[in-house]
């Protein structure tokens, strides 16, 4: 294999290969990704055996085709400190030399039998979407998504096709987010899947485009996603998704709305003095105050105009849940609804996108009584 192409390409391809090279493994030759140069193109495979990618670059001068399976990070370090515009990749003997100007570097190759089998874009059920829009419904839900062990089937995002709608939902059991786009479904009908949030952040990550239609293929044990330069597969999560109905009521007591940007300065006023605290929302007509104690950093106050017209009432929530919502929120204004201080508050951050966070409790006496 002999391949001339651009370094910074290059190193952006073998950044993206890196993601699904796993910390720890059993199979010492996942740590690698596997190069295919072909007539005219240079691919990269890489897998977890979770999520698995094939990334390709056309721009490239191909001399001999053929196959080099290499230490992914270390390729990575080694391009990026390499200096030149352009980088060669070749095999000499076992041995595949990666150099610009001056500059090699010899890495150790794996035998490329015992990289796994790597499938392709079947395209026998799949729908369209732009590139755009699917990476923002993954950003407005994946940061709901579960982290901590626990309920493994919370550690994904459940992908439905709801009538002419795609949706995505994601929550760690005290949030939750919820949105929809309308697709093209060409009669595409599937069983809600639960995809690994890391594979379906890698979607967004393959997109160079955010105008290309991308396509989705769907099929009962994994969902597969093809791009202009990229088909990336990622296996489904089994086990059972919180039903989360109950959570969205028909009708609400209470519903203020606020100015996204002025309720996100409050928050982070409130979240630098109680970040794991609670912060106390209460609703008196047209106006939001916002309080926070905490017994080792002091309390904060702060009140803003709202639409409210309803009788007094108070809930309170983690700022930094709040504010993970407020980031995301598509519009200039935001809604709150709720039907008292223990039910779960529903924010609506765009036509079709909400975001429901459960409710704190917490200590509303003084902080020197609170300490006594």
Known sequence: ?????????????????????????????????CLVA??????FLATDQEVAMRYTLDDVQVADTGVAVIPARIAM??????????????????????SSNLDHCDLVTADPDE??????????KHIS?????????????????????GRYAMHGIQVSLQGDHLQLVATDGRRLAKVSSPVDTQGVTTEPLIVPTRGMQLFSRV????????????????????????????RVIEGQFPIYDALFPEEHKYEVQV?????????????????????????????????????????????MEAIYQGEESEIAFRPDFVLDGVKRCESDQLTLCFNG?????????GDQYRYVVMPVTIDTRPVAAATS
């Open 1 to 33: 294999m002999k391949v001339l192409c651009n370094r910074e390409k290059l190193r952006d391809a073998l950044s993206i290969a890196n993601q699904l090279v796993p910390t720890k493994t059993t199979k010492p030759v996942l740590e690698n990704v």
């Open 341 to 349: 201080p223990s039910s779960p508050g529903e924010f609506r951050l």
């Open 77 to 98: 370090e080694v391009v990026r400190d390499l200096s030149g515009e352009m980088c060669q990749i070749e095999m000499i003997g076992s041995r595949c030399r990666l």
């Open 129 to 149: 979407i732009q590139g755009g829009v699917l990476t923002k419904l993954i950003a407005q839900t994946s940061f709901a998504a579960a982290r901590e062990p």
């Open 207 to 234: 997109i160079a485009d955010p105008l290309d239609q991308v396509h989705l293929e769907f099929s009962a044990d994994r969902i597969g996603m093809r791009t202009r330069g990229a088909q990336v597969f990622s």
């Open 259 to 303: 100015n996204r940007d002025v309720f996100g300065q409050k928050l982070r006023l409130a979240a630098s003095v109680g970040q794991e605290q609670g912060v106390r929302m209460q609703l008196t007509a047209d106006k939001l105050n916002l309080f926070v104690r905490s017994v080792s950093r002091g309390e904060a106050e702060a009140s």
């Open 115 to 124: 990289f796994p089998v790597i499938g392709r874009f079947e395209a026998t």
């Open 38 to 43: 072909t007539d005219h193109s240079l691919e």
